[in-house]
């Protein structure tokens, strides 16, 4: 069987460059070296480091720089993504939106064969760092989004580390936030059950098609033309 | 292999008892007839006909009747598990709500040798019905919360119906609802997905002990009694 | 300027029988305190306490039992309106989803005269307790829904209390929940705001004619029947 | 009283260069006109025709261009201001929510008087065009945020248009998406009701002093320090 590759897209607005250290980072190395010690190979890619244009397509055709196509390709070698993100205003980051938005490009990019979208028989995961709130609803839009794109996902496959309620410490600032139970418990549990379930998949990969499907539910519908994927 | 079981929680409103047909249950049957004919044996319960107290718990004591410990022993029984919802004013029903709710005392049933959740190795997915808008964010919340009760959620695992903007028919009110083609291909997705899924873990469950990862956990954080589940 | 009235509905999953203390009932004190220090008067109902089922509309016919009516004549009543809700599995609890549900019931009672809905020339607010995240989710959700049916919604009119990631104790349980800085402050941010807001609303109540725009959109759409209300 | 103000934020992901129109800009057009006719002056910025860096402040510092004071400036001088976004996955627009993750920086621009924030006696709304779901979703989340900052939110102060289930025409690309019944009779109630919200708090602003509640609540506390904003 052949190693895991797993990648992270750390969503933060902050670049490299900036004085603060990323919160979400912080999490994403927890749970990158638990996968690493479970033999995985994992990258991640910083995206506002690079130039990624708003729209809904792979590549931005009249935008003067689009660095989008190289991270779609990171995405399509992948077998498992985890998008880690931080939570402004109680929900995912202008730059998670971002990523998805340029995600759901992959929408046209069906396979030849089987009609599949381009992540199935990968594995989906997501994490989160906020001061206060919000989790929940990052995560559950976020994993909800990568199954339309065909990506499977485990259980347990969330972290997330939140304050009290009202301004605070963000993950990281100091050890007690490095030390919630909760936090370090669950991103043992992502990195364990993601990297078996793209164990399974890669073994026991789903063999449905679903031009098949399309093309019966037309015919059922009487449409009169063969499928046409919308 | 042994047949798969699916179990449909129809989380109406409406009694079976009521005037009105549940539209939610429309859907479910479309749902229900594709998974038969891939092989499946399929169960549908109307929660609304049963006693179900509010409560966070299998079983909630000081109620003079509770039909949940019931629901909890089919959840336990089916391979696959779909949440089926109305949309009311945005946002899943109460009764899909309460559902949760009572799911959620599962968090207190971990296996005895490998701590995992009583829904690990079983597949998850969700249906939805609503006039005009929710179906996203009804969704996003169910399919999030069986994870982290140890449900696996294959792609493609959802499918809904909503009408364009604003009051209007609902699914199954007239012909052209039923013949949405998007809901039609997606309810087919689901059901081959979701059986597939099934087959795939019944064949390779997962091995992770999640109780093992606590006690690594707490001994990492200098937590000095042994490992207690909180 | 009559003394405003303040109904708060504490959606709390316990009855006032049970042996544990609902923690939303904590935090609604500390607002309904500050509100009777700005000379209003105050109720509170414990929604579960009553005999409310499932349905949309005011009254539920087929029901052998519905307290609900009674609810909605204090609504009727009240200048300011508070949902208190707890949060369970990232969202508003299933008591709070029944009542906006129940309130719902309210589209069908628009003023004889001008259209508007119940809740016009009232004010709506929102407290949330939970363990560790969801109040956003929660309170962008009702506060939305009671605009619907024609509250505003002043600044700053929510409160809540979340403590960290994970498993911890709710608000109420030690004093250290009862000392968070931001709950308290909003607590009273609430109080103030909703208070002056409905005495500007009883002094200036808006002047909108809904039915009046609905007649004039069926002309402009070519409708030929005089206003229909869907 | 003077001229109403309204300012109207595009938040398309296209430009105005793009070759298809911004389907948003067709609802915002419907209700600007609305409001025109009732005496408002209004204006609209397409966001994404400027230059605006991610982050949570008002200026972005270490930024080679930020045209975000501009908006900032403009957002100070309104009544009314209306967030308008497309539906981009269920969610807000990434363009939205750097919007939104930009306004929040007015946090640190309370009024060095009462404390309030800069949004106090303006006025919120919103607009949402989408394929199919998620209108409630991105309308909730954006109204509350706004009252964060002050904003009062008034009786049905939202729009929307939406399509069937699955893909579709966007709002504007046919005559029958245009003369949905709901989608233009809430476009005038929200007008009627911005429009006429602000007349009211014009002549009767809030007079709540935050900042007073901040150092009562301080001291109640037991905090030694004075009023320090977090």
Chains 1, 2, 3, 4 share one sequence.
């Not at 919160?23 to 995985?40: F, K, Y």
């Not at 990523?99 to 599949?116: H, K, N, P």
């Not at 989004?145 to 301004?167: F, Q, R, V």
């Amino acid at each position: 069987m052949s190693q895991t590759k797993v990648l992270f897209l750390n969503c933060t607005l902050k670049k490299s460059t900036a004085e603060k250290k990323s919160h979400t980072q912080r999490l994403i190395d927890i749970v990158a070296n638990e996968m690493s010690e479970l033999g995985a190979e994992t990258k991640t890619i910083r995206v506002v480091d690079h130039t990624i244009p708003f729209g809904i397509h792979t590549l931005i055709k009249d935008a003067p720089k689009d660095d989008w196509p190289m991270i779609h390709d990171e995405i399509l070698k992948c077998d498992v993504l985890v998008i880690a993100s931080p939570i402004w205003f109680g929900t995912r980051a202008s730059v998670t939106q971002l990523v998805l938005e340029r995600i759901s490009g992959m929408y046209e990019e069906r396979d030849a064969q089987t009609g599949q979208y381009p992540l199935y028989n990968k594995v989906g995961a997501c994490i989160v760092t906020g001061n206060e709130d919000g989790a929940h609803d990052v995560i559950a839009n976020t994993l909800y989004n990568l199954t339309h794109m065909g990506a499977t996902i485990p259980p347990n496959a969330d972290c997330y580390w939140l304050g009290e309620a009202g301004p605070g410490p963000s993950f990281g600032d100091d050890e007690a936030t490095l030390k919630n139970a909760f936090t370090n418990r669950t991103a043992r549990y992502l990195a364990e059950n993601t990297i078996q379930a793209a164990q399974i998949l890669q073994a026991n990969p789903y063999k449905i098609n679903l031009d098949k499907i399309d093309n019966a539910v037309n015919e059922m519908l009487g449409n009169t033309h063969k499928h046409v994927r919308e």
